[in-house]
């Protein structure tokens, strides 16, 4: 089968439209655009689809920043504004863990409803969890509700660190979908860095962690409200079609009208070519994703697979994450008695890391 010319007794297997709807649409199902070594696209457009994402990655780390000043002051008997103050090591893990639990929870929850939810309405959840986290963690009235308030954003966190990737990934302009990416990451290590800064300027203030914890909220409302306002992705509607659930007409005029949406006047005529591009690949891709996902356990992309799992691995068993949640806690014991000296020296910690 040539690989220019979808079969159209695929797509129609697939959408449940009959062959002479399918075959009306055949033109727009032809990858008439594989010539192209690069999409048409400006900078201005490219901005808010990148940003809005990009603040859950920035919300996960300024949690761990935050968290850094917050276990300080919540142990402190001037400075907690609490009457439970006095926490075992075990209670502070849990505080500090609370939110690492829920993004397991998350990272779960998110494979089994990526694909039904969108990328966008995915993120825009990511950001309620976030919100209501952060809102339930900053005013608790004890530990268990602080616990669950740490449980819920830590949902949030496993939802944006999965969406927020795939959303820019497929919302951004070829030449520029890797830098975004990349970018994204040091959103995360920015997060940490504003974290420790608020650590530091409340860490004298008497129920200071509950500001370093409500200052998610506004942030976490920001991201919803640009999620809610940007267009869903269009290779997401595409994805719809090609699994029959919405008519493939349909879908393909709403992802090309989200594509203009995305890419803005640059992208001029070229938008129902690349959304043609994106059903075809998406078509053969469906065809042969059980043969894909086996070739992953062979050959070199096993090799790649080790690779890429160890990296990850062995980054967590060194304790590189721990040291991040208690280094204003690490630094006190260090040396720096002074709870704001401790978190004044974890800025630097955090200057590093976006270094």
Known sequence: MDRETPKLSFFAKKTGNSYDEIESEREALIVNSRDRNFEDYSILPAIFPFLFPALGGL?????????????????????????????????????????????????????????YLGRRRELILSSVLYLVGSLVT??????????????????????????????????????????LISLKEFFIVLGMLLGYTIGSLEIDIVSGWRFMYGTSAPISLIMGIGMWWLPPSPRWLVLCAVQGKSHVRDAREAAICCLCRLRGQAIGDSAPEQIDEIFADLSYGDEGKEALFREIFQGKCLKALIIGGGLVLFQQITGQPSVLYYAATILKTAGFSAASDATRVSILLGLLKVD
Do not use: C, K
């Open 59 to 115: 919300l996960y780390g300024y949690d761990i920043g935050a968290t850094s000043g917050a276990t300080i002051s919540l142990e402190s008997s001037t400075l907690s504004g609490t009457t439970w103050y006095n926490l075992s090591s075990v209670q502070i893990g849990l505080i500090v863990s609370g939110s690492l639990y829920g993004a397991l929870i998350g990272s779960f929850l998110a494979f089994n409803i990526a694909d």
């Open 138 to 179: 900053a005013f608790a009235p004890n530990l268990p509700i602080m616990v669950i308030g740490r449980f819920t954003y830590g949902i949030g966190i496993g939802l944006a660190m999965h969406a927020a990737p795939m959303y820019i990934a497929e919302t951004a302009a070829s030449q520029i979908r890797g830098r």
